[in-house]
């Protein structure tokens, strides 16, 4: 499961947009019915416009009226080279934690298929949420 969703984000990378850090991430969100939804970095001349990919595949899946997920792969790299590990930024973790249990699966890997996995509530602890 790890390895084809490490691919398929790497896949999705190779249509970012990024023409301003030349930083390209790609994301796959798997989706508790088993779909899975390619994501991009989506960059703006005007910066803060900007997408991430991980806030591109959710925003997508939610779009089609999916909200439940299981886990998301994460390549990142400049250049499109995927010699090391992309963590989600913050604004990324607390969109994830809108729709996702703690237990949600954050697959960050490498162009080798080499990954490290993290639950959400390991990368986003005491967070803000819907009960607060
Ligand atoms: N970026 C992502 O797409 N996801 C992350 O988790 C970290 C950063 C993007 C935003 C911007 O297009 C580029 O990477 C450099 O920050």
């Given at each position: 499961m790890e390895e084809s969703l490490i691919k398929a984000a790497i896949l999705a990378a190779q249509?970012?947009?990024?023409?301003?850090?030349?930083f390209t991430v790609g994301s796959a969100l798997l989706a508790e019915n088993g779909k899975i939804y390619l994501g991009c970095n989506i960059e703006n001349g005007a910066y803060t416009p900007s997408n991430c990919a991980e806030r591109t595949a959710f925003f997508k899946a939610i779009s089609e009226g999916v909200t439940k997920f299981k886990a998301i792969a994460i390549v990142g790299g400049h250049?499109?080279?995927?010699?090391d590990f992309c963590s989600p930024c913050g604004v990324c973790r607390q969109v994830m934690s809108e729709f996702c249990s703690k237990d949600f699966e954050i697959i960050l890997g490498k162009k080798d298929l080499s990954y490290k996995k993290y639950t959400l509530e390991e990368l986003l602890p005491h967070s803000f949420e819907l009960e607060d």
């Open positions: 249509n970012s947009y990024s023409p301003y850090s030349n250049d499109k080279n995927f010699d």
